[in-house]
């Protein structure tokens, strides 16, 4: 359920795209951070939504 958040959350930003896919049974989320179109500033903001995201939830 938390990932099904932060994946609706990242796309609703729609600044940083993440993939998912389904293991097992679960919602697993990947983020491509050695593309060569990834550069620090995205691996900071894909950082910073999360941290958002943790303090919004209180987790």
Do not use: W
């Amino acid at each position: 359920m938390l990932n099904k958040i932060i994946l609706d959350y990242i796309q609703k930003d729609g600044r940083i795209f993440i993939s998912s896919t389904v293991l097992d049974d679960k919602l697993t989320l990947r983020a491509a951070i050695l593309s060569f179109r990834t550069h620090q500033k995205e691996i900071d903001l894909f950082l910073h939504l999360l941290k958002k995201i943790k303090h919004q939830l209180n987790i």
